[in-house]
């Protein structure tokens, strides 16, 4: 059920995000009276799962849902219609407008795109607010993993700032320290004030990080049982819901990283819990799995006060745009890490199960349209790219056709044409490649 949500969240997207990108080429193409003979959600190779005409231009959607595309007059494309090339140019074709048009018409979808991006930022806004877990409400220090540990990080330090600039949000320390290549934390250990130095050979490791580095540490008490697990030890032991763990074979514990330590050493084995319940102390023998669990569950939502910033219609504008900018500019950053070979940040390419496993396992509006608003950016950068075969490659011809005056010819677009598609062809399957990977290196 779970794949299926994801699956479907993904399909929404994707279809939400191609039909307007493409609508904007279709647009400026129609502005100037270019004239469009397809336009397609998804590829159609062979056959499609539904089309019809309607005046000039044949609608579908086609079965591959690899992207889309509009099929304009005399442009070479990835249908790589030669025949229609070999006749004189036609008043309505693509290639008989001027540069500026065709310039035009190229970005019409990666506008189209970002100004998305920023639309939904700002629904989001004036719809959810903006609501975070507040770095200096993380009262109990973090938590860390090994990774964390060779950053120099220890349980219960407190993050003050990350190169001597505060952080607002808590899930912004790790992303903040990778793209800014941050050298040092200011770090509250102990009642002390320190500075902790970041290795250069750990942030290839937290790029490809596959569970938090950090997290909020967690007190232990007060360790109230909530729920059972199937076939939960402790509920044949005898332990209901609301009963309070005190202690484990008479340890107490202050955080509930060591007591689930404390378990996990004593995996398999019998311990003693002693449990309140109403105002009797009882102690009840549990034998572990061998995974070093009592199958019950504990809320620790009250733990936290997250902040929630709401926002009016005209405050939603200003807070959604800088969102947007913010969101771009994070994500060159990310396209630069790949590019440094050190980082290594090739690796965690992923394809289309990379980006299916970024969206809720249960149906959520705000998370939904938040990711739809990032991919839009995405779709728009990677667009960009002057690579042929994407606008950014026909982009890039026609800007140095305005700046010299010169056009490009056919024959030299056309294979142009073929080397992008055959990259991108390669780039898809190294993307989607590294995801099957990854499959079977959980």
């Known amino acids: 059920m779970v794949v299926l949500i994801k699956t479907a969240q993904l399909l929404l997207s994707l279809s939400i995000l191609v039909i307007l990108h493409e609508l904007g080429h279709f647009t400026f193409a129609k502005l100037f009276k270019a004239r469009v003979q397809k336009f397609y959600l998804f590829f159609n190779p062979w056959f499609s799962l539904f089309k019809f005409k309607k005046g ?5 959607i086609g079965w591959l849902p690899l992207g889309g595309y509009v099929k304009i007059a005399g442009m070479i494309d990835e249908s790589m219609d030669r025949e229609q090339l070999k006749k004189p140019p036609q008043p309505w074709e693509f290639r008989s407008k001027p540069a500026w048009q065709r310039l035009l018409i190229m970005l019409g979808g990666i506008l189209v795109n970002f100004l998305l991006a ?18 200096e409400n993380v009262k109990y220090g973090v938590l860390v993993d090994s990774l964390g540990q060779q950053m120099g990080l220890q349980n219960g330090d407190k993050i003050i700032s990350i190169d001597s600039q505060k952080v607002e ?39 490809r990080a596959k569970s938090p580095v950090i997290q909020p540490r ?42 689930k330590n404390y378990l996990q050493e004593r995996k398999g084995k019998q311990v003693v819990l ?34 929630t910033i709401r926002y009016s219609f005209w405050e939603s504008i200003p807070a959604g745009i800088k969102k947007g900018i913010r969101t771009t500019n994070d994500y060159l950053k990310q396209i630069k890490l790949i590019f440094a070979p050190k980082m290594k940040a090739y690796e965690s390419l992923g394809g ?21 608003a990032f991919l839009s950016i995405i779709l728009a950068i990677m667009n960009l790219l002057p690579i042929p075969g994407l606008d950014g490659g026909h982009v890039l011809f026609l800007l140095y056709e305005i700046l010299t005056g010169r056009k490009p010819g056919d024959k030299f677009l056309e294979y142009a044409q073929i080397i992008g598609m055959m990259l991108l062809l390669a780039l898809l399957v190294y993307a989607n490649g590294n995801d099957i990977i990854k499959l079977f290196h959980k």
């Open 218 to 259: 967690l007190p232990f008490n007060p360790f109230i049982i909530q729920g059972f697990t199937k076939d939960s030890p402790g509920k044949e032991a005898g332990l209901r819901k609301n009963d309070r763990i005190v202690a484990v074979d008479s340890l107490r514990f202050q955080y509930y990283d060591q007591f």
């Open 274 to 307: 002693t449990v309140k319940r109403d105002s009797q102390l009882l102690n009840l023998p549990v034998k572990l799995t061998p995974e070093g669990m009592i199958g019950v569950s504990t809320d620790f939502s009250h733990v936290f006060a997250f902040k």
């Open 352 to 372: 289309f199960i990379t980006i299916g496993k970024i969206f809720p396992s249960v149906w959520d509006w705000n998370a939904f349209w938040n990711l739809t």
């Open 169 to 207: 949000g808590f899930s912004q320390i790790i992303p903040v320290i990778v793209l800014d290549h941050s050298k040092t934390l200011q770090v509250e250990r102990n009642g002390k004030m320190i500075n902790v130095f970041i290795p250069d050979s750990v942030f290839p490791k937290l790029i």
């Open 118 to 135: 920023f639309i939904i930022y700002i629904a989001v806004m004036f719809v959810w607010g903006d609501t975070y877990l507040p770095n």
């Open 56 to 60: 000039e231009t044949e609608y579908g």
